[in-house]
């Protein structure tokens, strides 16, 4: 079976300071891989998405950027962190061609900057 | 910028009520259409999917879909305590998936 792995689950960091999660997922070959952030009391919005190793494709214009150096890998960094990148991550993963299923998330990353 | 609007509630109903959660969207090239729950801290689920218009039903929950109005729907039969949740529907847009900012729903006893 599919499993999605993400973390850490929890993280306070400093203005400025650099940030990496990390996102795995096991049991499935080639799969779509998504970044969402939840702001307090907001819904999901997409960062990034990605359809294959190294294609990486941004929604959101900021001081994240995300990579994918293996197929079930998908990391989230920023070099210098500000306030508003607070809020929960959610890395999720989908089969190609996405409207024939569903995403399936991993448990987040709760992300609070100091 | 494509979009998907709910009213962020909470939307308060008795157990026993059936609840109506109500989204719209703006892209007309939309295909599928997904509601997701998502208690308090934790990460979406499932819970349906509908691809034609008119109504699908699993076990309590019926999602509706009229695409020429551009909105979907999910209703919940005799809604329990632990249905209160937030509901957030997605659409579609090629590769992925985009949520709108979710329905509180509160079932009180």
């Known amino acids: 079976s599919q499993t999605i792995h993400q973390w850490p689950a929890t993280l306070v960091q400093p203005v400025g300071s650099p940030l990496s999660l990390e996102c795995t997922v096991e049991g499935t070959s080639n799969p779509n891989l998504y970044w969402y952030r939840q702001a307090a009391g907001r819904g999901l919005q997409l960062l990034f998405y990605?359809?294959?190793?190294?294609?990486i494709s941004s929604e959101v214009p900021q001081n994240l950027s995300a990579s994918r150096p293996q197929d079930r890998q998908f990391i989230l960094s920023s070099k210098k962190l500000l306030l508003s990148d607070s809020g929960f991550y959610l890395c999720?993963?989908?089969?190609?061609?996405?409207?024939?299923?569903?995403?399936?998330f991993g448990e987040g990353s709760r992300l609070t900057v100091l | 910028q494509k979009e998907v609007e709910q009213n962020s509630g909470p939307l308060s109903v008795p157990e026993g009520a059936i609840a109506s959660l109500n989204c719209t969207y703006s892209?007309?090239?939309?295909?599928?259409f997904f509601w997701y729950r998502q208690y308090s801290g934790k990460s979406p689920e499932l819970i349906m999917f509908i691809y034609s218009n008119g109504d699908k039903e699993d076990g309590r929950f019926t999602a509706q879909l009229n695409k020429a109005s551009q909105y979907v729907s999910l209703l919940i039969r005799d809604s329990q305590p632990s249905d209160s949740a937030t509901y957030l529907c997605a659409v579609d847009n090629t590769d992925k998936l985009i949520f709108g900012t979710g329905t509180r729903l509160q079932v009180f006893p």
């Open positions: 999720a993963w989908s089969v190609a061609k996405l409207n024939t299923g569903e995403l399936f």
């Open positions: 892209d007309r090239g939309s295909q599928s």
């Open positions: 990605s359809v294959g190793i190294g294609q």
